[in-house]
């Protein structure tokens, strides 16, 4: 196939774009500007200068032209914070987009698509009674995307929407999502707090085994719920410490009612400062306190993800976190316009 993506320069786009043309299909991209040679991008791709989000509807319907394939691995997450209301910026990005850029991609005759979302998407769908899509505009933002995504999906169009979550995995000159965790757990002294629960996780190259399996194999409209491991956030900590060699610090466990005072007082400093976060933080614990796992049965067996070695995947994650933070390399940070 002929695919044609958004995002391919990014760290989830790149892998994908790896796993494809292993496979023997061809994959062209757009980005603001064209990446230096040394970016972890695959020689076989072919990169074009362009900003999707300003270029006109005649515009992008000739860079649909001629493909098979359309994967969006683009947007924003949950770490954006901006003036309220912040849904606003996350329609912009998220939500927009894909109802524009799926109507010209199947007006133009391709016939699959893949879309990045997020388990967070999964989670309130699963857990209906936490109202995730009321307290959290990002998740909001993510469940309004996968129903306009599959507004496009027939029997002509095959829509996807990959729900992922915490990745881990790291791309040259990318910083990575983990930083803010690795700076936190570093400034401890003597001990390393934790919490209850816990999350799926995956690496970014199950990422790009995920997004090439659902262009060959998803029919019609689906989300997929993509995870292989669960891990328990005390586990995951107890990696990040050894990868830091903090191995001597005791574990000490936080309360949830310490963890939402904590959550309140960073929610008004941000309101005193007139922002808004795509998560309430208050709410966030609500996920955080419980065991957000994922079955690999539900997505990512029918995908084709396979195993992989997530203690290396969170160790390189961790050292990539250490190198930005001791001002070793420079990275690009994520923005939003």
């Known amino acids: ?46 990169v074009e200068q362009g900003n999707y989000l300003e270029m006109t509807e005649e515009e992008l319907r000739k860079k649909f032209q001629g493909y098979d394939g359309f994967i969006f691995a683009a947007g924003i997450d949950e ?35 893949v879309i990045c979302g997020s388990y967070l998407a999964y989670l309130a769908k699963k857990w209906p009674e936490k109202e995730l899509t009321r307290w959290h505009p990002y998740i909001r933002s993510r469940i309004d995307q996968e129903n306009a995504a599959m507004e496009y999906a027939d029997e002509n169009f095959d829509v996807s929407v990959l729900e992922l979550p915490y990745i881990f995995g790291t791309q040259p000159g990318r910083k990575p999502v983990w930083v803010f965790l ?11 707090l934790y919490i209850d629960g816990g999350t ?62 904590e959550s309140e007082k960073m929610m008004a400093k941000q309101k005193s400062k007139d922002l808004e976060s795509g998560m309430d933080a208050v709410k966030l614990a609500d996920v955080q306190y419980d065991k957000a796992y994922i079955d690999k049965a539900e997505g990512s067996d029918f995908l084709g993800v396979t195993e992989d070695d997530i203690n290396k995947a969170i160790a390189e994650s961790v050292e990539s976190c250490m190198d930005f933070l001791n001002n070793k390399v420079e990275m690009k940070e994520m923005k939003a316009d």
């Not at 690795?182 to 390393?192: G, H, R």
């Not at 060699?245 to 574990?251: A, D, E, I, V, Y």
Request: glycine share 10%.
């Open 1 to 46: 196939m002929k695919i044609f993506m958004i995002g391919g320069t990014g760290l989830l786009g790149s892998e994908a774009a790896k796993e494809l043309i292993a496979r023997g299909h061809e994959v062209t991209t757009i980005a603001r500007a064209i990446p230096p040679s040394d970016g972890g991008l695959p020689q076989e791709m072919k």
């Open 200 to 261: 799926a996780v995956v690496t970014v190259r199950q990422v790009g085994q995920a997004m090439a399996g659902a262009m060959e194999r998803n029919r019609g409209g689906h989300c997929y719920p993509v995870g292989y491991y669960n891990m328990p956030w005390k586990e995951m900590v107890k990696i990040m410490q050894r990868c830091m060699g903090h191995t001597s610090q005791k574990l000490i466990y936080v309360p949830r009612q310490r963890c939402v005072v």
């Open 182 to 192: 690795i700076e936190t757990i570093s400034k401890m002294k003597n001990v390393t």
């Open 79 to 113: 770490r954006v914070i901006s003036t309220p209301p912040v849904y606003e910026l996350y329609k912009k990005h998220n939500v927009y987009p894909i109802r524009k850029l799926l109507k010209i991609a199947k007006d133009c005759g391709v016939k699959h698509s």
